[in-house]
């Protein structure tokens, strides 16, 4: 197996490039399509500052790295999200990061700041945890950085992520989901740009970039994420990529080019106009009184904390 590039040895071949490549080079190309992403979608503009949501995970560590050496300007934002030993050795291995690259790191606390964390919220307002843990991590992005004077909020979202989930909201015709499914979303009164720049990379690309850098990351999964729907979409799409190379990209990439826009006008018309209101408590835009994460946070501060356990021991 040879480097497509150099010709010397390669280091991991990618099926739906049909090609092989050297370390050197396979760096080369993750930083090549980064770069490819953020300018054909208008991701970031020279100048700008970008709030990385850093999980602690593969991809997220793998995109701050990436943007550092790309020369942006690009800080970290961890969010504690109180999910047992997970969350706790998530912290760590972010903060570690940032610590030997003298990165600035942004934390926000559930427990500290808002008395509660993702399993009691959950469990007091009787969501599903991924529901309520995303809808907490979108209003914490957009506050910090609001706060923090960014232009963009980047999170690791990959190929096989954005494949997944435009899978599942397929298979559902979620259209107003479909019509913001976009590697981009506008800055907005009162919330920053989402961008997204790893959506030309897979998981697989991405474990690989952070063990050719030395990047140590958490790689067990969130423990209120087994065995959803997400996940069975994934392994859904690995067996077609298996015999079929290419797919994702071409059900995801297809979809932008060729979809997409059909749906735009699926999306709630007060999201597109920006004609929101202000929430009463946190200033935020909201279609309500009361925005969802304030609602969240009061029904839960205070609800006797849920300990995560697996065979009767704390996780
Ligand atoms: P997930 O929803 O867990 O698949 O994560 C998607 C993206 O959200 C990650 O790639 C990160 O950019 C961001 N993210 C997830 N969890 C956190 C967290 N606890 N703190 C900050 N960002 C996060
Ligand atoms: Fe949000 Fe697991 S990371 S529920
Ligand atoms: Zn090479
Ligand atoms: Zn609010």
């Known amino acids: 197996m040879k480097c497509r590039v150099c010709r010397e040895p390669a280091v991991i071949d990618i099926r739906r490039h049909n090609a092989n490549f050297c370390s050197d080079h396979f760096l080369r190309l993750v930083r090549d399509q980064t770069t490819k992403a953020i300018d054909e979608f208008q991701m970031i503009r020279p100048g700008e500052r970008v709030l990385v949501a850093v999980s602690g995970g593969k991809d997220s560590?793998?995109?701050w790295d990436v943007l550092n050496e790309l020369g942006y300007e690009a800080d970290g934002l961890y969010i504690g999200l109180g999910i047992g030993g997970y969350s706790d050795r998530s912290g760590e291995m972010t903060r570690a990061f940032a610590a030997d690259r003298g990165l600035t790191l942004h934390?926000?606390?559930?427990?500290?700041e808002y008395d509660t964390d993702v399993p009691t919220a959950a469990k007091a307002t009787r969501r599903v945890p991924?529901?309520?843990?995303?809808?907490?991590?979108?209003?914490l992005f957009d506050q910090a950085a609001l706060d923090g004077g960014y232009d963009a909020v980047a999170t690791g979202h990959n190929l096989d992520d954005e494949a997944a989930v435009l899978f599942g909201n397929t298979l559902r015709w979620q259209t107003e989901y479909l019509a913001r499914q976009l590697p981009v979303l506008p800055a907005r009164p009162g919330f920053p740009r989402k961008i997204k720049p790893l959506v030309r990379l897979g998981e697989r690309e991405m474990?690989?970039?952070?063990v050719l850098r030395g990047i140590d990351y958490i790689v067990e999964e969130c423990p209120m994420a087994v065995g959803n729907k997400h996940l069975g979409y994934k392994e859904a799409l690995n067996a077609i990529e298996a015999t079929s190379p290419g797919?994702?990209?071409?059900?995801?990439?297809g979809f932008l080019a060729r979809a997409a826009e059909r749906f735009r006008d699926a999306a709630p018309a007060a999201l597109e106009s920006g004609d929101l209101a202000t929430c009463e408590r946190c200033g935020s835009p909201s279609t309500s009184e009361v925005c969802a994460f304030c609602r969240l946070i009061e029904r839960s501060a205070g609800h006797e904390p849920v300990t995560l356990t697996r065979k009767g021991k704390p996780l």
């Open 61 to 63: 560590l793998a995109l």
């Open 107 to 112: 934390e926000v606390d559930l427990r500290a």
């Open 130 to 139: 991924c529901s309520a843990c995303g809808m907490s991590k979108r209003h």
């Open 207 to 210: 474990a690989a970039y952070c």
């Open 247 to 253: 797919s994702k990209h071409d059900f995801y990439f």
